[in-house]
């Protein structure tokens, strides 16, 4: 494979307010949102651009990025000889400028002016939000190969996900003809299928219908540029790629591993849940390539007289007479005894408590005889004895005392407070 390390650039971009997610990005940034226990999302795709040689990378964002700042800051040092570097852009007010980022195309013009500076063939534009292992090595390639001018990820869907994505029509031979961004279902029926019937270049099944987009693309540098002079929306799926398909070469690359879209409540919890189980079709862990984070030189976790299933224990935790089900435990996570957490999600803490809390306040972590389930419990938070967090009604969406209930999702924001005794 070829390197990349002087012809690729990559951005990322760092989302919007990330109101989908809240409250987990009430005080960061989406892609500082931890995930598996010890990792943070951006991790995910600065890990696949170091795996492919791509050492030059911008990270785009405007809400909440301290978090987000502090954590690249402090994991990717890269070697001043290289010429590597993971830089955080924040939006800036200009005297030409004086508005936040409006969209995805939009934030990618503003910061033109720092990224264009850096010489490079080809752009790599990704979202922070996702959790996928593609190579992006054999993605700019592609691009290279075909000798196009953009470049789209393409990942095959069913009906369902596809009314909330954008989706693709290509012709017999694999040239994309239409892109359409969140077809309703009556849109969907009359389209049928992505790839038409005895196409040369791939096929479908028929659970998986549609090809949408990933979000992923590849832009060759003049292109770019040239389409953020001319062209006047602020999006690139919903205004810049479909205007660019009759003006530029653009080509799809098909991706059949695992990918997921974590940017709602429903599906960070559901795939922080399926990362312990025994076939989860995606692991952090690779022997060749691992997805990298912080290094925080913590203690094995301790368990004492537990029973865990299916579940992710990260570490530095201290679990005493528990009991863990399908579940993901986060660093320096605090369990005490006789309490039972199933399909949860504990993002842990930042820190350790070495003396008793004032104020008869709950210790840091989750006390005695707690019970939870489905629930996502946020850092440094604190869940006093015999609580009961289990939404027995089925209640879809709420705001209570010290909690919040998303999709029928019982969710303990950051520092949050749930008093002895309480019962959701």
């Known amino acids: 494979m070829r390197d990349m390390t002087h012809d690729t650039l990559a951005i990322i971009m760092g989302g919007g307010q990330g109101s989908r997610l809240f409250p987990l990005t009430a005080t ?169 019937p005895g196409a040369t270049f791939a096929e479908h099944s028929d659970a998986k219908p549609f090809m949408a987009s990933m979000g992923v693309y590849v832009f060759s540098r003049r292109v770019l540029l040239d389409m953020l002079e001319r062209e006047p929306g602020v999006d690139f799926g919903r205004e810049l790629i479909p205007s660019a398909i009759d003006k530029y070469k653009v080509r799809p690359f098909l991706y059949r591993g695992y990918w997921a879209d974590v940017g709602t409540i429903a599906s960070f919890y559901e795939t922080n849940v399926m990362l312990g189980r025994a076939a989860s079709p995606f692991r952090f862990w690779d022997l060749r390539k691992p997805i990298y984070t912080h290094l925080r030189h913590l203690p094995g976790s301790r368990l004492t007289d537990c029973r865990v299933r299916d579940s992710i224990v990260d570490d530095g935790c201290f679990l005493d007479r528990c009991q863990i089900d399908e579940s993901v435990i986060g660093i320096r996570s605090y369990v005490q005894s006789g309490t039972r957490i199933s399909r949860s999600v504990l993002l842990g803490a930042d820190m350790y408590e070495d003396t008793d809390p004032s104020g008869g306040r709950p210790s840091l972590g989750i006390g005695r005889d707690v019970i939870l389930d489905r629930v996502i419990v946020d850092k440094n938070a604190r869940i006093g004895d015999g609580a009961r967090l289990v939404n027995e009604a089925g209640i879809k969406e709420a705001d209570g005392d010290g909690y919040v209930i998303r999709g029928g999702i019982i969710v303990v924001p950051k520092g949050g407070l749930i008093r002895p005794g309480t019962v959701v």
């Open 28 to 196: 960061r940034s989406k892609p500082a949102v931890p995930i598996g226990g010890k990792y943070r999302l951006i991790d995910v795709p600065i890990s696949l651009c170091l795996h492919a040689q791509i050492r030059r990378i911008f990270v785009l964002t405007q809400f909440n990025s301290a978090s987000l700042n502090r954590h690249i800051s402090n994991t990717y040092r890269l070697d001043h000889f290289s010429g590597g570097f993971v830089e955080i852009l924040a939006a800036e007010q200009t005297p030409d400028n004086p508005h936040w980022f409006q969209g995805t195309a939009d934030a990618v013009r503003q910061a033109a002016r720092h990224f264009a500076q850096h010489q490079a063939d080809y752009y790599l534009i990704l979202a922070g939000d996702h959790l996928y292992r593609m190579d992006f090595g054999e993605l700019v390639e592609a691009h290279r190969a075909q000798g196009a001018d953009i470049t789209i990820a393409a990942q095959p869907i069913d009906p369902t996900a596809a009314t909330q994505m954008g989706i693709f029509r290509f012709d017999m031979d694999g040239r994309i003809v239409a892109f359409e961004e969140k077809p309703k279902a009556s849109r969907l029926s009359e389209i049928g299928r992505s790839i038409p």
